[in-house]
């Protein structure tokens, strides 16, 4: 199944975080979407208000005209849409595979990280968008100054928080791949680091051979999982010298957020003032 065959896509579990920001992209570039959520939530009189046909509740005629369900990680197999999409030989898509076919053919730039995704991504997207570069971005919480939790631009930049629960993000072949950090989380599906850590292998596995990995280089062990042999080239950010792209002279300002001094290679290239 290719995305340029379809022209309606339905979410199950539309109101949640990672569908929602997907539905107000497809929207924006003019696919048919509707959706359902077992509960009403702040996102769905917005995705209404986009063109979204929403429901709370499940039922099967939902799925009425769609060509794709795609589905969130809660979403259990008998729920009734889901069956009755699988019933009329509708493809029925976890969302992992549904973004890992949204984003062929772009520039795809990955945040990962055990913490710290959703506000990278957000900065990123806010940077590239302020930039004139004109992104698309799929981003897992609010972000005031771009109006919500996701852009549609008309570049071939796609900014996504790359999420490692139930493995979502092993479908993904970034350009360039962000790790903010790895740590055991999610311990219902990671029985401990280790597993954590060969989720992330898999994942910087699939970084383009002519792409990058950026990650934080305070941690010897991220470190040592970076630099695995036949990856993409590696550049590292952080407090100590060692780093690509050191952070220094740290000081809180009153915005309550952070000032410092950013150096590349031990020399200093600018100072930046964070609001958070």
Known sequence: MSRLTVKHVHFVGIGGAGLSALARVMLARGWVVSGSDRAASPALPVLARAGASVHVGHSAHFVNGADVVVISSAIPPDNPEVVAAQARSIPVLKRDRWLAEMTLGSQLVAVAGSHGKTTTTAMIALLLYDAGLDPTAVIGGEVPQLGGNAIAGGSDLFV????????????????????????????????????????????????????????????????????????????????????????????????????FVALKAGEPVGAIRLRV
């Open 160 to 259: 996504i928080e790359a999420d490692e629960y139930d493995h979502a993000f092993l479908g993904l072949t970034p350009t360039i791949a962000l790790v903010t950090n790895v740590e055991h989380d999610h311990p219902d599906l990671f029985e401990d680091v280790a597993a954590v850590r060969l989720a992330f292998a898999r994942f910087l596995d699939q970084v383009r051979s002519d792409g990058l990995i950026v990650a934080m280089g305070d941690d010897a062990d991220l470190r040592t999982l970076v630099r695995a042999p036949a990856r993409a080239s590696a550049c590292f950010y952080g407090f100590a010298a060692a780093n690509d792209w050191q952070a220094a002279a740290l000081k809180p300002n009153d915005h309550g957020g952070t000032d």
